[in-house]
């Protein structure tokens, strides 16, 4: 049973040795490193480019235009990435699409080691977007062992596997771009992106050979799917059924809809906020302050996560949601309150504190708002929300620090922020009826439909 399911009290316990469980499962070793590989490419991406790009010469506008091309793509094709990969499995979509993103990092490389035009960097950037997403498939293949009984007695929390993932989302998000930055400016400027590059498709290699942990297509819808989940509990092979191409969760489900909202303005007002520190650091005439800002933001993250996942909470999910959301809303609400170097690290403390939490609990909704089947699909569709946001936040701050100055980009910050936990509490309903029944394995979740 989930802990949300119990009265009383909002913290039944703290328990610190719940990571004791996700650690003794050796099955996930091997997809873990693989995907924090791969997370390690995803979260140099943007910054990595432009780093490479200016660094050989280009204009930023050349450099922003094809970050901005590879946010738009990753936002347009991932989910449909992800959408086959729970309908084929991974070790089936992976590859192909991996090669494409990898050919498109060759592309900008190549142009850039050889000086060439901007019109192939652009090229480069649409099809780096068909990056598959490490975050999602991590997940699903976490959610697959657990809810398919693979793992028995022996199983994790789910929330406590979506904290231990998101700080290894954190840890890919604090150290990767530092180090493509290094590499970039140490030894060459294509330096970053090319180990970037190599650890991704190391990381692809190893996924897709940790096939005893992949999940079936349609697992926990039934049919085929279910009866191939069930033969590997008993140890026979599982038989890999393609399922028929179905809608978009976007359009079909409204939690899923929610909760890319919910990102959406969460990327935008990280983004604003992450460039209007950049500003200021420069106003202050002390660039290396921007780098510190965020770095110590993002290992408060990722303690917070960490530490969150020790926490066994009653409150039914939805409720979770909206004081989550609240919090972050709130906690980085006070950016308009920012004047100084102080101010500034502050409040980007204090709202790393709250971001964790958020993205686990609504990670841990959409796992329980989706079939077992579609949650690829559906973790990459709030990935795409973010990244939706992250590409309007910047825009938005550069024009306003242009015009009126970094402050005013702080305030306009503030009402972005807001946009999160009012969406949140219009939409609590949404979210409430489209929670389903907590379940064990995958055959109670089937028993009751």
Same mark, same amino acid.
């Given at each position: 049973?989930?802990?949300?399911?119990?009265?009383?009290?909002?913290?039944?316990?703290?328990?610190?040795?719940?990571?004791?469980?996700?650690?003794?499962?050796?099955?996930?070793?091997?997809?873990?490193?693989?995907?924090?590989?791969?997370?390690?490419?995803?979260?140099?991406?943007?910054?990595?480019?432009?780093?490479?790009?200016?660094?050989?010469?280009?204009?930023?506008?050349?450099?922003?235009?094809?970050?901005?091309?590879? %946010?738009?793509?990753?936002?347009?094709?991932?989910?449909?990435?992800?959408?086959?990969?729970?309908?084929?499995?991974?070790?089936?979509?992976?590859?192909?699409?991996?090669?494409?993103?990898?050919?498109?990092?060759?592309?900008?490389?190549?142009?850039?080691?050889?000086?060439?035009?901007?019109?192939?960097?652009?090229?480069?950037?649409?099809?780096?977007?068909?990056?598959?997403?490490?975050?999602?498939?991590?997940?699903?293949?976490?959610?697959?062992?657990?809810?398919?009984?693979?793992?028995?007695?022996?199983?994790?929390?789910?929330?406590?596997?979506?904290?231990?993932?998101?700080?290894?989302?954190?840890?890919?998000?604090?150290?990767?771009?530092?180090?493509?930055?290094?590499?970039? %400016?140490?030894?060459?400027?294509?330096?970053?992106?090319?180990?970037?590059?190599?650890?991704?498709?190391?990381?692809?290699?190893?996924?897709?050979?940790?096939?005893?942990?992949?999940?079936?297509?349609?697992?926990?819808?039934?049919?085929?799917?279910?009866?191939?989940?069930?033969?590997?509990?008993?140890?026979?092979?599982?038989?890999?059924?393609?399922?028929?191409?179905?809608?978009?969760?976007?359009?079909?489900?409204?939690?899923?809809?929610?909760?890319?909202?919910?990102?959406?303005?969460?990327?935008?007002?990280?983004?604003?906020?992450?460039?209007?520190?950049?500003?200021?650091?420069?106003?202050?005439?002390?660039?290396?302050?921007?780098?510190?800002?965020?770095?110590?933001?993002?290992?408060?993250?990722?303690?917070?996560?960490?530490?969150?996942?020790?926490?066994?909470?009653?409150?039914?999910?939805?409720?979770?949601?909206?004081?989550? %959301?609240?919090?972050?809303?709130?906690?980085?609400?006070?950016?308009?309150?920012?004047?100084?170097?102080?101010?500034?690290?502050?409040?980007?403390?204090?709202?790393?504190?709250?971001?964790?939490?958020?993205?686990?609990?609504?990670?841990?909704?959409?796992?329980?708002?989706?079939?077992?089947?579609?949650?690829?699909?559906?973790?990459?569709?709030?990935?795409?929300?973010?990244?939706?946001?992250?590409?309007?936040?910047?825009?938005?701050?550069?024009?306003?620090?242009?015009?009126?100055?970094?402050? %005013?980009?702080?305030?306009?910050?503030?009402?972005?922020?807001?946009?999160?936990?009012?969406?949140?509490?219009?939409?609590?309903?949404?979210?409430?009826?489209?929670?389903?029944?907590?379940?064990?394995?995958?055959?109670?979740?089937?028993?009751?439909?």
């Amino acid at each position: 049973m989930d802990a949300e399911e119990g009265k009383g009290c909002a913290v039944a316990a703290v328990s610190p040795g719940v990571y004791k469980k996700v650690l003794a499962v050796r099955q996930a070793y091997s997809f873990d490193i693989a995907c924090l590989l791969m997370r390690f490419f995803g979260s140099m991406l943007n910054i990595g480019v432009v780093t490479m790009i200016t660094l050989s010469g280009y204009s930023f506008l050349t450099a922003g235009l094809s970050s901005s091309l590879i %946010a738009l793509s990753i936002f347009v094709v991932t989910p449909r990435v992800s959408k086959r990969i729970d309908e084929r499995g991974q070790s089936a979509v992976v590859p192909k699409a991996a090669a494409v993103s990898l050919a498109g990092l060759v592309i900008l490389v190549a142009n850039v080691a050889l000086h060439g035009p901007a019109w192939p960097l652009f090229v480069g950037a649409l099809l780096v977007g068909f990056y598959p997403s490490p975050q999602a498939m991590a997940r699903a293949r976490w959610t697959y062992l657990i809810r398919s009984g693979r793992l028995g007695e022996a199983a994790p929390d789910l929330r406590t596997m979506f904290s231990y993932e998101s700080v290894l989302d954190d840890a890919a998000f604090i150290f990767s771009p530092s180090i493509s930055i290094a590499l970039a %400016a140490a030894i060459s400027p294509v330096a970053g992106m090319v180990t970037g590059g190599v650890a991704f498709a190391v990381g692809v290699v190893l996924l897709c050979a940790s096939r005893s942990t992949e999940p079936v297509p349609g697992w926990g819808d039934g049919g085929a799917g279910a009866a191939s989940a069930a033969a590997e509990v008993e140890g026979e092979p599982a038989v890999v059924a393609e399922q028929p191409p179905r809608k978009s969760l976007l359009a079909t489900s409204a939690a899923v809809r929610v909760l890319f909202v919910t990102y959406a303005f969460a990327g935008s007002f990280l983004g604003l906020f992450d460039t209007a520190t950049v500003s200021l650091s420069e106003d202050l005439h002390s660039p290396d302050f921007a780098g510190a800002v965020l770095m110590a933001s993002g290992a408060v993250s990722m303690t917070m996560g960490f530490l969150f996942g020790m926490v066994r909470l009653r409150a039914p999910l939805p409720k979770q949601f909206v004081v989550a %959301a609240c919090a972050v809303g709130l906690s980085f609400g006070t950016m308009f309150l920012i004047d100084s170097a102080p101010t500034l690290m502050l409040v980007a403390l204090l709202g790393a504190a709250t971001y964790a939490p958020l993205l686990i609990v609504a990670n841990s909704v959409c796992e329980r708002a989706v079939p077992d089947a579609r949650l690829t699909e559906a973790i990459t569709w709030l990935n795409a929300g973010y990244t939706c946001g992250a590409a309007f936040g910047p825009t938005v701050a550069g024009a306003i620090i242009d015009t009126f100055g970094t402050m %005013a980009s702080f305030k306009v910050g503030t009402v972005l922020c807001l946009g999160m936990p009012v969406t949140a509490i219009l939409c609590y309903r949404i979210v409430k009826r489209n929670i389903l029944p907590a379940y064990t394995v995958v055959e109670e979740r089937g028993a009751g439909k």
